[in-house]
């Protein structure tokens, strides 16, 4: 049975999908309106408890959360595509690392752009000003980090893509999209450097093409 990805045009799941394209792992998507509340349904709360997307299905292997998504599809076909983990332990733990900087550090405060400038009056909520503030100014912060990496690395974890570049990809489009801070990239010249490399490769136009966010 095929990969089977549910979710693919919302942005978590992206995660998943340009990691299966990169290693050449042939799926399935499954669409999920979660503005009509099918995330919240039954049959989807038995793929994922937590009713967010994306879930996987893999035969009769169910996973979810993106980033172990990633782990497990980089891990289950290393033999296949590019080595997305490193070749090294050492390398590993780079891009273990940097993996757990996207998800703890870089990532919150760009899912409160995401939702206070692109979904508050879609879903119902009024946007707040302050906290949009508060969070481009925690935002530039982790860049100015990333930036002094960066002057020193091609990718995060190292001199090769990794896992790590790639989950910055899907939120990161819509800082430099809809969101409209495109400036907090191109004004760092590392950043910017690293994010047209990683944002031009092949799988991640694929995802773009394929399962763009619905209108």
């Known amino acids: 049975m095929v990969l089977k990805v549910y979710g693919p045009?919302?942005?978590?799941?992206?995660?998943?999908?340009?990691?299966?394209?990169?290693?050449?792992?042939?799926?399935e998507t499954v669409p999920v309106d979660l503005m009509k509340g099918e995330h919240k349904q039954p049959a989807y709360l038995a793929l994922q408890p937590f009713g967010t997307v994306p879930a996987v299905v893999d035969g009769d292997y169910k996973i979810f959360e993106s980033r172990a998504v990633m782990r497990y599809v980089a891990e289950k076909y290393r033999s296949q595509g590019?080595?997305?983990?490193?070749?090294?332990?050492?390398?590993?733990?780079?891009?273990?690392?940097?993996?757990?900087?996207?998800?703890?550090?870089?990532?919150p405060p760009l899912l409160n752009l995401t939702l206070h400038i692109m979904f508050a009056s879609v879903m119902g909520f009024p946007s707040d000003e302050k906290l949009i503030k508060e969070s481009e100014e925690k935002l530039a912060a982790v860049l100015d980090v990333y930036e002094a990496h960066l002057s020193k690395s091609k990718y995060l974890a190292g001199d090769f893509v990794s896992l790590a570049d790639l989950a910055h990809l899907p939120f990161t489009?819509?800082?430099?999209g809809?969101?409209?801070?495109?400036?907090?990239?191109?004004?760092?010249?590392?950043?910017?450097?690293?994010?047209?490399?990683?944002?031009?490769?092949?799988?991640?136009?694929?995802?773009?093409?394929?399962?763009?966010?619905?209108?």
């Open 9 to 27: 045009h919302f942005a978590s799941p992206k995660r998943a999908l340009v990691t299966l394209i990169e290693k050449g792992v042939p799926f």
């Open 178 to 215: 809809p969101i409209g801070k495109a400036y907090m990239i191109k004004d760092r010249k590392h950043v910017s450097a690293w994010w047209d490399d990683i944002s031009s490769r092949p799988a991640w136009k694929e995802t773009l093409e394929k399962y763009s966010f619905p209108a």
């Open 173 to 176: 489009d819509y800082l430099v």
């Open 82 to 107: 590019p080595d997305l983990l490193g070749k090294t332990v050492e390398d590993r733990g780079q891009v273990e690392q940097w993996l757990d900087v996207e998800a703890t550090t870089f990532h």
